[in-house]
Structure formats: structure tokens, C-alpha cells
């Protein structure tokens, strides 16, 4: 009988715990991924060196409010580090769209703002320290990229 209890507890403690694991990746709509896509209007790339330099990972469509569970995807150092809060760089590659990095995540913080296609060698205000960004949103206390 002791056995039967540990072998269901068992068996409700595994799907349980899988639920709380699944439960805490990331929940953004912004793809991840090496390049910006021609066919795609709004992208921004995070670098892992500073002069956009290393591993990067470009980020269409949507912001993300929590970086974290993203990786540097393409070759270069950093490659396979977390994004989140390891960025030293960074490019607005959005034609007509800015785009908010900010240093808390869910949009909170200090942040740097980027023009429609601006760039930075080294982030201001979010140099390793990246939780979050999104496009088209202002954010306060942000030091601004044209």
C-alpha cells in the first residue's frame, strides 16, 4: 500500500511540476531570430559586443516584455548566452518605427530609444542591463538615438 501512495504521488508531482516549468517561458509574440527578413517591416537586433560586434539575435513583429529564455543565435562570441541583460549594442533595422530597449522587464526603467533605422556602438542607458523592449512605445527617463 506504501508503495501505490509513493508511485501516484510520484505520478501527480511529474505533470505538475512540468505544468510550473512550461508555465514561465517566455510568452512573447516577437519572433527571435539571426537576421532581419526582407519581407519583415519591423526588426531590431541586439548585439552581444559592443560596435554591433558578436553573436546577435534580431527580433521581428512585436516587442518582448521579458528577454529572458532568448539566446544570441547567430555565430560570433557570445553565441548561445542569454540576451537578457548581455546586450552591449544594438539596431533599429524598423523603416518606419522606433524601438524601446528598456532595462526593467514589462517596459519598466531606464531605457534608450531608437529612430527608424538607428543604431548605437554601446547602449546608453540598457548596456547589460536589457529585460525588455518593444516597438512604438515611449518610455520615460530614455536617452534618445536618431
Request: glycine residues 8%; charged residues 15%; aromatic residues 12%.
Amino acid at each position: 500500500m506504501k508503495s501505490t501512495r509513493k508511485a501516484l504521488s510520484l505520478a501527480l508531482a511529474v505533470p505538475a511540476a512540468a505544468v510550473a516549468v512550461l508555465g514561465m517561458a517566455p510568452m512573447a509574440h516577437a519572433e527571435a531570430r539571426e537576421g532581419c527578413p526582407t519581407w519583415e517591416n519591423d526588426c531590431a537586433l541586439f548585439y552581444y559586443n559592443s560596435s554591433m560586434e558578436g553573436s546577435h539575435t534580431a527580433f521581428t513583429a512585436d516587442g518582448v516584455s521579458n528577454l529572458a529564455g532568448y539566446t544570441f543565435l547567430s555565430s560570433g562570441a557570445g553565441k548561445g548566452q542569454a540576451v537578457k541583460n548581455n546586450a552591449a549594442s544594438f539596431w533599429n533595422a524598423s523603416p518606419d518605427s522606433i524601438a524601446t530597449v528598456f532595462f526593467n522587464s514589462n517596459y519598466g526603467g531606464a531605457c534608450d530609444t531608437f529612430a527608424p533605422m538607428a543604431a548605437t556602438d554601446r547602449l546608453a542607458k540598457t548596456y547589460n542591463e536589457n529585460a525588455s523592449f518593444d516597438f512604438d512605445r515611449n518610455g520615460t527617463n530614455c536617452y534618445k538615438w536618431n
